[in-house]
């Protein structure tokens, strides 16, 4: 509701003179209704070298979020089985690793590349997360899930007007495919808690500016709340 419209993680870095100028397009957030759960990137390397802080770990695993992610795992796993429960589709995005060695690289930043970038396993989903057979998985190259792949078309061919997302990273990938989404027309719900990135700064501030141009970003809660409802309302 908008009362509880600026409470978020960001609370500790935004202060009060940006969300002022923010003031105006603060709103009753809404769902839609028919939506599809987007998992963004829960793939391997994004855990690579355990639950420990990003800096210990980044000359070994150069993309991987650490500790970040692995706060993420129990909230992404209630976010998933709630949207299995409630019905609605799930599609998981990650990228391409199957290039072989003298094909044309096409990467999502320019980040430097590392040997962990190349093994042949490190954009499958991450245990915890593996998709169920009836969960669709696309493969993208670029930073956003609707650059270059057939994700559009599949939204359209199931009917779905909002999308609720999740995964990594905020500033990256995350934020990419939620502006192309509401570029292209969808209602947005970002749940904070499913969400992760390499630098919690970057995470925090691109929550809120995507809340106030993009997204309706939400408590894992919040989310959970909403799908138990349509779980119930489908059963009655």
Request: charged residues 25%; glycine residues 6%; aromatic residues 10%.
């Amino acid at each position: 509701m908008a009362q509880d419209f600026d409470t978020h993680c960001w609370d500790d870095v935004i202060g009060e003179e940006d969300c002022r100028i923010y003031g105006a397009v603060r709103r009753e957030l809404n769902w839609g209704k028919r939506p599809a759960l987007l998992a963004i990137d829960l793939y391997n390397k994004a855990y690579a070298g355990g639950d420990a802080p990003v800096a210990e770990i980044n000359d070994t695993f150069g993309a991987s979020c650490g500790e970040h992610a692995w706060n993420t795992i129990e909230p992404t796993k209630r976010l998933l089985a709630a949207a299995r429960k409630a019905g609605i589709p799930v599609i998981f995005l990650t990228g391409v690793s199957d290039r072989g060695p003298s094909s044309p690289k096409i990467y999502v930043t320019n980040r430097l590349r590392t040997a962990d970038d190349h093994h042949n396993d490190v954009y499958g989903i991450f245990e915890p997360f593996k998709p169920a057979e009836d969960h669709l998985v696309i493969y993208k190259e670029r930073a956003s899930a609707f650059f270059g792949t057939p994700l559009l078309a599949y939204l359209k061919q199931m009917g779905i007007d909002s999308l609720i997302a999740c995964g990594e990273t905020t500033s990256c990938c995350v934020r990419s495919t939620v502006a192309d989404a509401f570029t292209n027309g969808y209602h947005v719900t970002l749940v904070e808690e499913c969400c992760f990135d390499r630098s919690q700064l970057l995470h925090k501030v691109n929550l809120f500016d995507m809340h106030h141009k993009f997204a309706d970003v939400v408590h894992v809660e919040q989310a959970l709340t909403h799908l138990d409802e349509r779980a119930n309302a489908q059963a009655a």
